[in-house]
T-cell receptor
């Protein structure tokens, strides 16, 4: 069964700092990997989708990488802002989506 | 299109009652997923549909849970004889068919069983 792990579980940074969130998965036979943002009590907002054949995907201040062979993905957030405070979830896709437990990010003004 | 819509947003029910949730996916999406999320955890897979066919069910989906998507459009998730352990956020997602398609989630239904 696919296991997805996210490190760290929580992260607190001052505004303006660049940061990296990590996601690892045990089975490299995935179709794609998606990063989501979740605000407290809310649903999931899709941030980036990386196809299994891709190495990297960028959207604004966000950059996600994928190393399928080693079972790892990173989400890089540049110049963090207080509005980035949320929980970030990665999900790997087989027939279903397998989620990690998320990284709770707090950006301090 | 307003995205994936879930109703109700919040539901408080007494233990032993039945509850039903509705999900309206993005209109052209033929795949629909149900997930459950408890506090501090990532979403856990419950079931998914392709059009009206229910293709996979998790072992988490006990006999008290049933999901339908009768015309391949909206879906309902019913929980019978609710238990306190059913308290969670129930999330619905939809996507186009295919391996490299993006999934979009609704805002969820927060269920509290008292």
């Amino acid at each position: 069964k696919q296991e997805v792990t996210q490190i760290p579980a929580a992260l607190s940074v001052p505004e303006g700092e660049n940061l990296v969130l990590n996601c690892s998965f045990t089975d490299s036979a995935i179709y794609n990997l998606q990063w989501f943002r979740q605000d407290p009590g809310k649903g999931l907002t899709s941030l980036l989708l990386i196809q299994s054949s891709q190495r990297e995907q960028t959207s604004g201040r966000l950059n996600a990488s994928l190393d399928k062979s080693s079972g790892r993905s990173t989400l890089y957030i540049a110049a963090s802002q207080p509005g980035d405070s949320a929980t970030y979830l990665c999900a790997v896709r087989g027939n279903q989506f397998y989620f990690g437990t998320g990284t709770s990010l707090t950006v301090i003004p | 299109d307003t995205g994936v819509s879930q109703d109700p947003r919040h539901k408080i029910t007494k233990r032993g009652q039945n509850v039903t949730f509705r999900c309206d996916p993005i209109s052209e999406h033929n795949r629909l997923y149900w997930y459950r999320q408890t506090l501090g955890q990532g979403p856990e897979f419950l079931t998914y549909f392709q059009n009206e066919a229910q293709l996979e069910k998790s072992r988490l989906l006990s006999d008290r849970f049933s999901a339908e998507r009768p015309k391949g459009s909206f879906s309902t998730l019913e929980i019978q004889r609710t238990e306190q352990g059913d308290s969670a956020m129930y999330l619905c997602a939809s996507s186009l068919e295919g391996r490299n398609t993006e999934a979009f989630f609704g805002q969820g239904t927060r269920l509290t069983v008292v």
